[in-house]
């Protein structure tokens, strides 16, 4: 269907059309998707019978070059078409038999409205008509729900049933994940998330093939655990303790969120899950267990007279504080600000410097008053804990 | 018969009679005729009718102000607290027991009332108004900050003792009775360093704080105002500078901050970190190390420490974890008036904090020995409870400012209820002074 603006003179279209602001972009292409979506739409259509064959090739190439971009939604990391959890690729299964179905219903549908109203209006009868609506407008839509809900409640139980692996207990608070593997607990109402463990942040390692227990609270607000490639998401809310079971078939580095807003970080709430095999999981919590590596030297003493130690802890040092993330192997992480910065030296002393503007609304207050010398020792002791 | 006049009022006419007002208007200013010299005083009737407009407009605007549940206007900490900023806020204008008015200010119009008269007049909300924003063409200016009423009630209580105070009564109480005399003695050979000028501002910061930095007051009065004895040096330079400089909200210590050049400032805060702290041997002290030495955990009063009002059947100990730890005040409901209680409740917060509450342990900055220290963190231990009590709250309405740390203390404040910030600040009183 030739689109009528196609036959207008190239250089109007080039003025008229939303995608050459995407096509001259100055910007980098990432920040350009949303409008590279509609331009992949527009630019197909448009092809079609255009008289300026090269300048529809680019668009073409265009195309085919940016429309990876649209879709990287999904892939990578944090999509949930990456079924490498036995629950993602369960629920990965039911969307698309049941997109293929919605596709199949439709052209049926589609196909005996066309049939009915153009091919050969008025060759049945009434009776046969209305016979045709009982069958294909009530009898089989409920026999299809019907089947569908049986299937979905069927996998239900699966996702419920007993983990055989370990409990790990996971606290979402403004705005981060407290990790505490080996812990030993029960979900329920009216309590809080139990004692003990071996105490991590924001990065969270799985066995792959077992079925391990995330008892899930939260001290503060409802937060919202979520590792789209792995499983469902499920909430975290205070004085309760929640219960997700997670199998991780393939190894990996997942992303997970916060998919409950809760405060000015939301956003920047985040968190890693590595899957990897038994025998790597107990050695990283047996690593995680092991007092710090570094014990003594000026980034400690800076750390401990500022007052860093009122809310952070360093095993093996006097610093003991629970309220923000146990930093005894904060090196070890992936990354630094929940989720936000990668790990390394200097995005620490970042981190420290510029707290609230790196992450903005924080609950951690900026320490850039610090002398540089203190901040820089500070980063260097904790960029040494892996 | 009459005569009328043809005259319709049209939107343009308005217009034309308000432009030819305002023309008349600058007409009289611009001819400067208009009496504006003090010395000419008020025409009677335009007199009154100015005090009347004042005296509606105080009575009608304060309104909405009353004496806040935590104030004693009858308490003589706030008489003292008070006293030395009348001296010199108050007292140059409109005198003092014992003390006349200049005939300079008498030469104002309208000249400053003395006091011991007006003050029944008004009732406390009105004074309170009075003083909180001043009065516009009167000369009376407002408090220097807008967010200390605490203060300003402080000056409403010394008001309130004004009109029976004796002149040696306010000599003692504002001049630092015997002790505020220029350099005598002893003491004045300590600081025969002291240009003139620094030896007068120490002078006016001990009408106060005293020389030694403890604070004046004796009995009722004690604990009117915080310790700077023993302070670090950079301590009290930032936060008099941080006065100097309106970053700290204060009408009581911006304008003497203000008065002197930074040296001066630098010098008050060397001699102030220098004062010794009385001796260790407090009874209290040894009692502390014992109850910190003990369990970190166990020694709480367990029974109520643990209890957050859920009772144990549902919410059993055992399901407790340390993130959730918890106390009674968390949830908001210390016994009334018990006092032991509300000690223990102060002395987890500064020894450990309530983690799950987002609210670390005060010692972990504040504690003055035992560990390596910012500079610029002050110890609490022996300050009144009044003033972590005040300072607590005013960074828990986010007006709070000081030292270029001041800041770290927003995001903890704001996490304390009202009833954890009393029992903490009850606690640090109790403590012996500087630990």
């Keep these: 269907m030739p689109d009528a603006r196609s036959l207008k003179p190239c250089r109007a279209e080039r003025r008229a059309k939303p995608w050459n602001s995407v096509f001259q972009s100055p910007r980098p ?54 079924g490498a959890g036995s629950e993602a690729a369960a629920v990965e299964a039911l969307f698309w038999f049941m997109l293929w179905g919605a596709v199949f219903v439709w052209v049926v549908t589609i196909g005996i409205a066309i049939y ?16 045709f609506i009982l069958i294909g407008g009530v009898i089989f839509p409920t026999v299809t729900l019907a089947g569908l809900l049986v299937y979905g409640l069927k996998m239900m139980p699966e996702m419920r049933s007993e983990a055989n692996g370990p409990t790990i207990a996971v606290s979402g608070e403004r705005f981060w994940f407290r990790v505490a593997y080996g812990v030993e607990g029960e979900p329920g109402v009216v309590k809080s998330l139990p004692p003990g463990g071996v105490e991590s942040a924001n990065e969270i390692y799985l066995p792959v093939g077992q079925r391990s227990e995330l008892l899930l609270g939260s001290p503060d607000v409802i937060h919202s655990f979520w590792v789209p490639a792995l499983a469902g998401k499920m909430d975290m809310i ?72 009122a809310c952070h802890t360093v ?72 | 018969m009459k005569k009328r006049i043809a005259f319709t009022l049209t939107w343009k006419r308005i217009a034309g009679l308000l432009a030819a007002g305002v023309a008349a208007a600058l007409a009289v200013s611009l001819s400067g005729l208009v009496s504006i010299a003090a010395s000419s005083g008020h025409f009677a009737p335009v007199g009154w009718f100015l005090h009347w407009t004042m005296q509606n407009a105080v009575a009608r605007q304060s309104l909405g102000i009353s004496v806040p549940e935590d104030i004693d206007l009858s308490d003589p900490a706030l008489v003292q607290r008070a006293a030395g900023h009348f001296a010199t806020g108050c007292a140059p204008c409109h005198g003092a027991p014992g003390i006349e008015q200049s005939p300079v200010v008498l030469s104002m119009t309208p000249h400053p009332p003395r006091l011991e008269g007006q003050i029944g007049e008004w009732a406390d909300r009105e004074l309170f108004w009075i003083l909180k924003h001043g009065i516009k063409y009167s000369g009376m200016p407002a408090w220097p900050t807008q967010e200390r009423d605490d203060e300003v009630w402080a000056q409403v209580a010394f008001l309130r003792a004004y009109p029976e105070m004796s002149p040696q009564t306010y000599a003692d109480l504002a001049l630092g009775g015997e002790r505020g005399t220029i350099d005598e003695g002893v003491e004045g050979s300590e600081t025969a360093g002291f240009d003139g000028i620094t030896a007068d501002a120490l002078t006016d910061c001990a009408r106060c704080h005293g020389r030694d930095g403890l604070g004046r007051g004796e009995g009722a009065s004690a604990g009117a ?25 204060s009408g009581f210590m911006q304008p003497p901050a203000s008065r002197y050049p930074d040296e001066v400032l630098d010098a008050l ?34 029974e109520t420490a643990m209890d957050d009002g859920i009772p144990p059947q549902i919410f ?119 630990q």
């Design chain 1, 29 to 82: 292409p990432h920040k350009a998707s949303i409008a590279v979506g509609a331009s992949a739409l527009s630019a197909k259509t448009l092809t079609h019978g255009a008289r300026c064959p090269s300048f529809a090739a680019k668009r073409l190439g265009l195309t085919t070059l940016l429309l990876p971009l649209a879709l990287s939604g999904c892939v990578g990391p944090q999509s949930t078409f990456g």
């Design chain 1, 238 to 309: 205070p004085g309760r303790v929640n219960r997700l079971v997670i199998e991780p078939v393939r190894e990996g580095v997942y992303n997970g969120v916060c998919a409950e807003f809760c405060g000015d970080a939301h956003a920047q709430m985040g968190f890693r899950v590595i899957a990897v095999s038994p025998e790597a999981y107990a050695a990283h919590v047996e690593a995680q267990s092991q007092p710090a590596a570094l014990t003594s030297g000026p980034g400690l003493d800076a750390f401990m007279k500022n007052g860093c130690d």
């Design chain 2, 316 to 434: 059993p100990t055992a399901n407790r974890s340390d993130a959730a730890f918890s106390i009674e005040a968390a949830a908001g409901g210390l016994p009334e008036g018990d006092e032991a209680a509300l000690l223990d409740l102060g002395r987890t917060i500064a020894e450990q904090g309530i983690p799950s509450r987002k609210i670390p342990a005060c010692n972990s900055c504040h504690a003055k020995e035992g560990r390596a220290k910012n500079d610029l963190y002050p110890y609490l231990g022996g300050q009144p409870a009044w003033y972590i009590d005040t300072h607590l709250h005013l960074w828990k309405e986010g007006t709070r400012s000081g030292t270029r740390f001041a800041h770290l203390m927003d995001k903890i404040a704001i996490q304390m209820t009202d009833e954890q910030i009393e029992a903490v600040s009850a606690w640090y009183a109790s403590r012996p002074l500087g």
């Design chain 1, 116 to 131: 009915a109203t153009r091919v050969s209006p008025g060759r049945h009868s009434e009776r046969t008509g209305i016979r």
């Design chain 1, 315 to 386: 095993r093996g040092t006097e610093a003991d504080g629970a309220i923000g993330p146990d930093l005894t192997h904060l090196a070890s992480r992936r990354t630094l600000g929940a989720g936000l910065l990668a790990m390394s030296e200097e995005n620490i002393a970042t981190f420290v410097r510029a707290t609230d503007h790196v992450k903005p609304g924080v609950e951690m207050p900026s320490f850039g008053v610090l002398p540089d010398a203190e901040i820089t020792a500070i980063a260097a002791w904790l960029g040494a804990l892996k």
């Design chain 2, 225 to 249: 105002f915080p310790v700077i004895a023993g302070q670090s040096e950079a301590y009290l330079k930032a936060t008099l500078q941080a006065y100097d400089l309106g970053f700290r909200h």
């Design chain 2, 269 to 302: 805060a060397v001699w102030y970190s220098e004062q010794p702290l009385p001796g260790p041997a407090m009874p209290a002290q040894s009692d502390g190390a014992q109850t910190t030495a003990a369990d970190p955990r166990g020694d709480i009063a367990p």
